[in-house]
């Protein structure tokens, strides 16, 4: 009887461990996430990136079981994900964004750059008017003479600080539009694909509104993954992790990657234009720059 009590308890036991971990098995509860709703009006930036997370998940399924992926019902600013993120009863428990020295600190990032790092290829919003303004910028030196629109807590702002660029910064995402057609600022920088998505959406609520055709800037600016730094947080990384290394190996990220963003990047004829390159003080160490599978370069399409 007491073998037969010991066993029981051991049982027991084993299967509370069980349920507490992210391990596949038949009928446990499915593994939730939750990212933020970014903006009330037009917000199509972070389809791709909802995507990738989901054919990760996907992905892992067979390992890890099924998940239930949503966004969350509340719009939440920059600032708001942080502050939802950072309490353990918050209404989110993952975001995408580029990456900073402070985020890799408070959160747990998946180093993994889920756009190819295409958000550091830099197209600029302007008023159409000033175009040819632009054109005769030449070098670093020159973009000094000019403001750059950005969020406020954007981890650009200091890449452009550190050039020396004069930096305005508006506090929500859509007021950066209605900003640069009061002249607020001279030029919205936005990655290659955010610009021409969003002139297309916008055009006909900022009419001045123009994407300008000589200019590329470029500085490395991986978008990360993030997750809490607890239990649940270090196993959600884990299998986001496992789901992305399968898709850079099996060539799905970049199948995902050509179908969201190939037309519009197509469309800029980057290889064309003239590139400033500007530096970012903030990359950590563990940055994986080595990895050039990792990185798209749109000046050569690979």
Same mark, same amino acid.
């Given at each position: 009887?007491?073998?037969?009590?010991?066993?029981?308890?051991?049982?027991?036991?084993?299967?509370?461990?069980?349920?507490?971990?992210?391990?596949?098995?038949?009928?446990?509860?499915?593994?939730?996430?939750?990212?933020?709703?970014?903006?009330?009006?037009?917000?199509?930036?972070?389809?791709?990136?909802?995507?990738?997370?989901?054919?990760?998940?996907?992905?892992?399924?067979?390992?890890?079981?099924?998940?239930?992926?949503?966004?969350?019902?509340?719009?939440?600013?920059?600032?708001?994900?942080?502050?939802?993120?950072?309490?353990?009863?918050?209404?989110?428990?993952?975001?995408?964004? %580029?990456?900073?020295?402070?985020? $890799? @600190?408070?959160?747990?990032?998946?180093?993994?750059? #889920?756009?190819?790092? /295409? !958000?550091?290829?830099?197209?600029?919003?302007?008023?159409?008017?000033?175009?040819?303004?632009?054109?005769?910028?030449?070098?670093?030196?020159?973009?000094?003479?000019?403001?750059?629109?950005?969020?406020?807590?954007?981890?650009?702002?200091?890449?452009?600080?550190?050039?020396?660029?004069?930096?305005?910064?508006?506090?929500?995402?859509?007021?950066?539009?209605?900003?640069?057609?009061?002249?607020?600022?001279?030029?919205?920088?936005?990655?290659?694909?955010? %610009?021409?998505?969003?002139?297309? $959406? @916008?055009?006909?609520?900022?009419?001045?509104?123009? #994407?300008?055709?000589? /200019? !590329?800037?470029?500085?490395?600016?991986?978008?990360?993954?993030?997750?809490?730094?607890?239990?649940?947080?270090?196993?959600?990384?884990?299998?986001?992790?496992?789901?992305?290394?399968?898709?850079?190996?099996?060539?799905?990220?970049?199948?995902?990657?050509?179908?969201?963003?190939?037309?519009?990047?197509?469309?800029?004829?980057?290889?064309?234009?003239?590139?400033?390159?500007?530096?970012?003080?903030?990359?950590?160490?563990?940055?994986?720059?080595?990895?050039?599978?990792?990185?798209?370069?749109?000046?050569?399409?690979?």
């Amino acid at each position: 009887m007491m073998r037969n009590r010991g066993y029981g308890l051991r049982g027991a036991w084993q299967a509370l461990l069980l349920a507490s971990c992210l391990v596949a098995a038949p009928g446990r509860a499915a593994t939730q996430l939750t990212y933020p709703l970014t903006s009330d009006g037009i917000d199509s930036r972070y389809d791709y990136d909802w995507a990738v997370l989901r054919t990760a998940l996907e992905k892992t399924t067979p390992q890890y079981g099924v998940f239930e992926q949503h966004q969350s019902t509340v719009a939440m600013s920059p600032p708001r994900v942080v502050q939802e993120m950072s309490s353990p009863s918050g209404r989110i428990n993952i975001f995408v964004r %580029a990456t900073t020295p402070e985020l $890799e @600190r408070q959160f747990l990032p998946v180093r993994l750059p #889920v756009d190819r790092g /295409l !958000l550091g290829y830099r197209l600029l919003l302007i008023r159409g008017a000033d175009q040819q303004r632009f054109a005769g910028i030449r070098n670093v030196a020159d973009l000094r003479r000019l403001r750059a629109g950005l969020g406020q807590g954007w981890a650009d702002i200091p890449i452009f600080q550190r050039a020396g660029v004069p930096v305005v910064e508006g506090s929500s995402y859509d007021g950066l539009f209605a900003m640069l057609e009061a002249e607020r600022f001279d030029f919205y920088s936005r990655s290659a694909d955010e %610009a021409m998505r969003e002139f297309q $959406e @916008r055009h006909d609520a900022h009419p001045q509104m123009a #994407v300008e055709q000589t /200019l !590329l800037l470029h500085y490395p600016l991986p978008r990360y993954f993030f997750v809490r730094r607890d239990a649940e947080g270090k196993l959600l990384a884990k299998r986001i992790e496992t789901g992305m290394e399968m898709m850079i190996k099996d060539g799905t990220l970049n199948t995902l990657f050509q179908r969201y963003k190939g037309d519009l990047i197509k469309n800029t004829a980057m290889h064309k234009r003239r590139v400033i390159n500007l530096a970012n003080p903030k990359l950590t160490p563990q940055t994986p720059l080595a990895r050039g599978e990792l990185w798209f370069n749109p000046l050569t399409g690979k």
